[in-house]
C-alpha cells in the first residue's frame, strides 16, 4: 500500500517480514482468525479479535491508533480487509501479514 505520510504506514509484508518486525519488540501482533482457529494454535501474546464477530469494528476502534500492529488471519483475506478498515479508522502503523503465519498443518 501507499503510504499517504511519513508518519503513516499501511502495508502488506510476507512472513518473513512479519517475523523481523516483531523480533524487533514493540509490535502488537493482531489474530483475527475465528476463536476454533485461535485456540487451535496462536502466537504468544496475540491479541485475540474475531473477524466475524458483530462488534469486530468497534472492538478495533477501542485500540490505541498510535501502535503497531501485525495482523494475520489464515490466507490474508480476512487481515487485509481489517487493515484497510484500520487505515480508515486512523491507525498510523498496520501491517498485513499475506503469508499464513504458522505454515501448512
Not at 505520510?5 to 483475527?32: F, M, R, S, Y
Not at 498496520?94 to 498443518?105: A, I, L, P
Amino acid at each position: 500500500m501507499e503510504e499517504k505520510n511519513p508518519k503513516e504506514i499501511h502495508k502488506d509484508i510476507t512472513l518473513i517480514e512479519a517475523q523481523a518486525l516483531i523480533a524487533q519488540g514493540n509490535v502488537i501482533i493482531l489474530d483475527i482468525r475465528t476463536p476454533e482457529e485461535y485456540h487451535q494454535q496462536h502466537l504468544p501474546h496475540a491479541l485475540h479479535i474475531d473477524f466475524y464477530n458483530p462488534d469486530f469494528t468497534n472492538r478495533i476502534n477501542r485500540l490505541d491508533k498510535g501502535k503497531t500492529y501485525v495482523v494475520h488471519c489464515r490466507s490474508g483475506g480476512r487481515s487485509t480487509k481489517a487493515t484497510q478498515l484500520m487505515q480508515q479508522l486512523g491507525f498510523q502503523f498496520v501491517y498485513n501479514v499475506k503469508d499464513y503465519m504458522f505454515g501448512e498443518n
